[in-house]
């Protein structure tokens, strides 16, 4: 018998991975996910966007606008941050996979922690300043930025059969 067509390939499956964990955010108008592989492609850690531990996702604000401490801005934790620090082991010359292309903040943190490549899925925010200035950080930390394609329309996972 020949092998199975159609399996995940690795870029794939850890994006697929980066989405799943996306999905676990409470965030109703963005979730965010990000997962991290080592250079033999294990799993290192995962995040998606939510709030800090010990805050009620119930007592805080997941409004975008009005006074800035009544919005999710000032409290949220975001992907990329939460997968660094969930990380179980150094992340130097690691790769993070990501849902969206990181903001400066988060960029910061991938060149601190040691991460060498970011593979990304959405670039729709390209046009902000953060995301210049994330840009810039990792081309000066000569922290490779790939964006990846997805040929297939959707990856489903079937529960009932
Ligand atoms: O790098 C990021 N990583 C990340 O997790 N986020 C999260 C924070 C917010 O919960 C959400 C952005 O919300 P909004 O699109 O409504 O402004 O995405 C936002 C960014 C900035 O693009
Ligand atoms: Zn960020």
Known sequence: MS?????????EYFMGIAFLSGMRSKDPSTQVGACIIDEDKKIIGIGYNGFPHGSSDDEMPWEREGEFLETKYPYVVHAELNAILNS???LKNCTIYVTHFPCNECA???VQAGIKKVVYFSDKHKDLDSTKASRKIFENANVEMAHLEILRENIVINFKD
């Open 3 to 11: 092998k199975r067509e159609n399996y995940l390939s690795w870029d």
């Open 88 to 90: 179980i082991k150094s």
């Open 108 to 110: 910061k943190a991938i």
